[in-house]
T-cell receptor, first 112, second 113 residues
Framework: GEDVEQSLFLSVREGDSSVINCTYT??????LYWYKQEPGAGLQLLTY?????DMKQDQRLTVLLNKKDKHLSLRIADTQTGDSAIYFC????????????FGAGTRLFVKA | DTAVSQTPKYLVTQMGNDKSIKCEQN?????MYWYKQDSKKFLKIMFS???????INETVPNRFSPKSPDKAHLNLHINSLELGDSAVYFC????????????FGSGTQLSVL
């Protein structure tokens, strides 16, 4: 079946930029998403990108999509301690029946 | 005004019992879901309903039975609970035609003893 992979951990210092990477296998992906999960809470949609876009910027967040390599990244500028959370990459596409497939999540630790 | 609310937040029960989790959304969305998140935070879809009709039914044991009385509610009933059912269960909703942008509830932590 379709698969989404991302590294499990990332540690950065407060004020630095964080880059979380993700790869996916579904060549028919239509939308790609980044969700954030804080402890004890549900997932919150941070941002998403349509598959015909290369980049999307939203305040401190920049999403880059390399469709040829099936690679998605999320850059968080000026990372704050409040950004510490689990970040999930996800995709939905025709091959998967438009179900959203999630990666295992990247745990971001921000050191003060 | 919670957009997607699910109850209870915590559920502790004995093996073999039957339990239900309720979910309601006030976003006017037409699609609702149940996801299961295991201890390693891996998230997997269980069911999806669109306008009260079941459209996704993953390989979930038939001890799990969803029920959608109307498009704003999707409940999950679990019979004969097993230790392996312990997880966090998330309800979510989305509106068709908007790229399946999911809005999640805060989760129900189920512990089977």
């Amino acid at each position: 079946g379709e698969d989404v992979e991302q590294s499990l951990f990332l540690s950065v210092r407060e004020g630095d930029s964080s880059v979380i990477n993700c790869t996916y296998t579904d060549s028919s992906s239509t939308y790609l998403y980044w969700y954030k999960q804080e402890p004890g809470a549900g997932l919150q949609l941070l941002t998403y990108i349509f598959s015909n876009m290369d980049m999307k910027q939203d305040q401190r967040l920049t999403v880059l999509l390399n469709k040829k390599d099936k690679h998605l990244s999320l850059r968080i500028a000026d990372t704050q301690t409040g950004d510490s959370a689990i970040y999930f990459c996800a995709e939905s596409g025709r091959t998967g029946g438009f179900k959203t497939i999630f990666g295992a999540g990247t745990r971001l630790f921000v050191k003060a | 005004d919670t957009a997607v609310s699910q109850t209870p937040k915590y559920l502790v029960t004995q093996m073999g019992n039957d339990k239900s989790i309720k979910c309601e959304q006030n976003l006017g969305h037409d699609t609702m879901y149940w996801y299961k998140q295991d201890s390693k935070k891996f998230l997997k879809i269980m069911f999806s309903y669109n306008n009260k009709e079941l459209i996704i039914n993953e390989t979930v044991p038939n001890r799990f039975s969803p029920k959608s009385p109307d498009k704003a509610h999707l409940n999950l009933h679990i019979n004969s609970l097993e230790l392996g059912d312990s997880a966090v269960y998330f309800c979510a909703s989305s509106q068709a035609g908007e790229g399946e942008k999911l809005f999640f509830g805060s989760g129900t932590q189920l512990s089977v003893l």
